[in-house]
């Protein structure tokens, strides 16, 4: 369900900055410029508003790459445009993430610009080739003079292909696949995390026991059969690089790993705790690219303010209402309860006119009725 957004924007001539404003109660995930979400951003703190400040260019430094017009004349004035990112999750953009282009009209500016126009400059990101699928082996001969074996694939649960050209919010799996002589009762999995391009942002899925801290961002690995472990998951992808790292460890034990009981019906066969019977660890890394949803790449309609003697009048044709389910549910209930009482209206009119009618019928059979003309014999 996408989530319904309640934002304001506010515009200050004075203080050369305008803010965005987020009326969600207890959020915890961030705002941000597109492209910029390690230098203008704002992190929710559980609170019922968020306000993410955004200072207006001053002598040619713009932090933020807001596109700038200046209008200069009798009344000079400044128009900004930014693209605000709304992401619900903490850490991780997800498909429920919105995007929402405000714009912020200034009249009687104190910047003074040098240019009657300016055009604000892009950024570009040149990503790599995609890394769906890695091979790892331990450096030890384990059993009956073979090494383990094992490879790591992301693949399309659509298709059951690799994964390629992957967009936010695609169902994907997590695949792990080992060579025989060793199967999923010998090798478990855990500690998986997932980085960005840059390593400067983590979550974490999988900790040492192989349980997932967090459900909705990924669930525990299953065997499918003798030889795979698989996990169906959301494309996601951090605000700062569409480079998305998966890095786990692979545990083989001597005999048998017992699983974990993680809790809530989540069974685990991750990791179990160091001891004499595990002799050997392998770790996987692999990477992907994940790209913005289509569907998020054109912006919500235009939040916009004004500060001074401009109007900005928004586009009717862009008109929406934003409700919480409470409120649309009271909505429908008064709707349900109009409808049956112009009904019964309705009905108590149709009753009353019917009853009029058979009384007017009555009436005229008691007072009007049939005469009988007879005539007397002469004498």
Not at 121 to 137: K, N
Request: glycine residues 6%; charged residues 15%; contains cysteine.
């Amino acid at each position: 369900m996408i989530p319904c957004l309640n934002m304001t924007v506010s515009c200050g001539a004075s203080e050369g900055s305008m803010s965005v404003t987020l009326h969600q109660p207890k959020f915890q995930g961030r705002l941000f410029v597109q492209g910029h979400a390690n230098s203008c951003w704002s992190q929710g703190r559980g609170t019922d508003t968020t306000t993410l400040v955004l200072p207006l260019p001053d002598n040619s430094i713009n932090k933020c790459n807001l596109n700038v017009a200046y209008s200069v004349g009798e009344v000079n004035r400044t128009l900004a445009t930014v693209v605000v990112v709304v992401q619900f999750h903490p850490l991780i953009q997800t498909v429920s993430d919105r995007i929402v282009k405000v714009t912020c009209l200034i009249s009687e500016s104190s910047v003074s610009p040098s240019n009657n126009l300016t055009l604000a400059a892009g950024f570009s990101v040149q990503e790599p080739a995609i890394q769906s699928q890695i091979t790892g082996e331990g450096g030890n001969v384990v059993h009956n003079g073979t090494s383990p074996r094992a490879k790591m694939r992301v693949i399309d649960s659509r298709t059951g292909t690799d994964a390629t050209n992957i967009q936010l919010g695609d169902p994907l799996q997590l695949v792990i696949d080992i060579e025989p002589p060793f199967n999923v009762t010998m090798v478990r999995a855990g500690h998986l995390i997932a980085s960005s391009g840059s390593h400067m942002d983590s979550l974490l899925l999988l900790d040492l026991r192989g349980c997932p801290p967090d459900l909705q961002a990924f669930p525990g690995l299953v065997p499918v059969n003798n030889t795979r472990l698989a996990a169906p998951f959301r494309a996601f992808r951090f605000p700062s690089s569409p480079i998305l790292t998966l890095s786990i460890v692979l545990t083989l034990c001597s005999v048998q790993c017992q699983p974990t009981d993680c809790g809530n019906g989540v069974i685990s066969y991750g990791r179990k705790r160091r001891s004499l019977d595990v002799y050997e660890e392998v770790p996987l890394q692999l990477a992907i690219i994940v790209h913005s949803d289509n569907s998020t790449s054109v912006p919500n309609p235009v939040l916009q303010a004004s500060f001074g003697s401009a109007n900005l009048n928004p586009d009717p044709s862009h008109s929406q209402i934003c409700t919480s389910f409470l409120t649309a549910c009271l909505l429908a209930l008064f709707w349900i309860l109009l409808q049956c009482t112009l009904l019964a209206v309705c009905c108590c009119l149709l009753h009353r006119k019917t009853g009029e009618q058979q009384d007017t019928i009555s009436l005229r059979h008691d007072f009007h009725p049939p005469r009988h003309v007879t005539f007397s014999d002469e004498v």
